[in-house]
């Protein structure tokens, strides 16, 4: 998945970053770290000025890391949607609609139910089950 400024801004995106997790968590390991991955300068300087405020408001410094962004190596597959992977039922869901396991990984269906299965964006669930293909007993579950 690509970012594409035309769909929500890069302050917008980075509101619902700093949303989507504990950013006060210190590091487990440097593979569980949280961090926010950046591409240039611009990014940069727009990524630590919204930790910046943020820190300010919850008054508490923020762990979470920003660091260049290339090279990116993606996790081994078992490690990919790994909330989806301990709901079977929305996993079993999502596999009846992706021919292997690597389309269901790419998927933006696939991100997208990650985040609400952990509990995100329960408003984006509301709007976007019709186009993700899941079940009713599914949908219940997760606005549950």
Same mark, same amino acid.
């Given at each position: ?31 569980? $770290? ?5 591409? *240039?300068? +611009?990014?940069?300087?727009?990524? %630590? &000025?919204?930790?910046? @405020?943020? !820190? ?29 992977? $301990? ?5 079993? *869901?999502? +596999?009846?609609?992706?021919?292997? %396991? &690597?389309?269901?990984? @790419?998927? !933006? ?36």
């Amino acid at each position: 998945m690509r970012f594409d400024p035309a769909l929500i801004t890069y302050e917008d995106l980075l509101e619902r970053f700093w949303a989507s997790h504990d950013p006060t968590a210190g590091m487990r390991s440097t593979q569980y $770290r949280s961090a926010l991955f950046v591409h *240039d300068e +611009q990014t940069r300087t727009q990524a %630590e &000025a919204s930790r910046d @405020r943020l !820190a300010d408001r919850l008054g508490a410094p923020v762990a979470t890391e920003i660091i260049a962004g290339v090279p990116f190596y993606p996790a081994e597959g078992y490690h990919q949607k790994w909330r989806l992977r $301990r709901d079977g039922a929305v996993l079993e *869901d999502l +596999q009846a609609c992706f021919p292997n %396991e &690597a389309a269901l990984l @790419r998927s !933006a269906a696939a991100a997208k139910l990650n985040g609400f299965v952990g509990g995100a964006d329960r408003d984006g669930l509301t709007k976007y089950h019709e186009h993700l293909g899941l079940s009713p007993r599914v949908l219940a579950k997760l606005l549950r």
